[in-house]
């Protein structure tokens, strides 16, 4: 691994197959990461679409590259071969590419957008009366 811990921030929902399969990614390397729920939290997902410019997730910057619409699998190949992370052979405590979570029917998953890309800016939140 050439890089030191990474800054990961990561949008995704709170039952979602993908999601969990991200999450599943960042225990397998004991990463460190900032969780933002989009779902119990919507303007957390209107931070999402704002510096993504698309409402799908989850979503991942990673020192500053945005990973739109992966999945774990997506994900974990990303992170070894930009060398955060070794290959590992050991099991994810999910799997880190499908669409169900707990008995949800299968649903086929859409070709991803998951190219690293430099994140934009966030503008700040305004409120209306």
Same mark, same amino acid.
């Given at each position: 691994?050439s890089?030191?811990? $990474?800054?990961? &921030?990561?949008?995704?929902k709170?039952? !979602?197959?993908? *999601?969990?399969?991200?999450?599943?990614?960042?225990?397998?390397y004991? /990463?460190k990461?900032?969780?933002?729920?989009?779902?119990?939290?919507?303007?957390?997902?209107w931070?999402?679409?704002q510096?993504?410019?698309?409402p799908?997730? $989850? !979503?991942i910057?990673?020192?500053g590259?945005?990973?739109?619409?992966? *999945?774990?699998e997506? &994900?974990?190949?990303? /992170?070894?071969?930009?060398?955060y992370?070794?290959? *590992?052979?050991?099991?994810?405590? +999910?799997p880190i590419? *499908?669409?169900? +979570?707990?008995?949800?029917a299968?649903? $086929?998953?859409p070709?991803?957008?998951?190219?690293?890309?430099?994140?934009?800016?966030?503008?700040?939140?305004?409120?209306?009366d």
């Amino acid at each position: 691994m050439s890089h030191p811990a $990474p800054k990961i &921030v990561i949008y995704l929902k709170t039952f !979602c197959g993908w *999601s969990q399969g991200v999450r599943a990614v960042m225990r397998k390397y004991a /990463l460190k990461y900032e969780e933002k729920d989009i779902i119990k939290d919507p303007a957390l997902r209107w931070e999402m679409e704002q510096r993504t410019g698309q409402p799908l997730s $989850p !979503c991942i910057e990673i020192d500053g590259h945005m990973l739109v619409d992966v *999945s774990g699998e997506e &994900v974990e190949k990303w /992170l070894i071969q930009n060398e955060y992370v070794g290959q *590992s052979e050991a099991a994810p405590v +999910v799997p880190i590419s *499908s669409p169900r +979570v707990r008995g949800e029917a299968a649903q $086929p998953r859409p070709k991803s957008l998951g190219k690293a890309r430099p994140a934009s800016k966030v503008e700040k939140i305004r409120f209306f009366d």
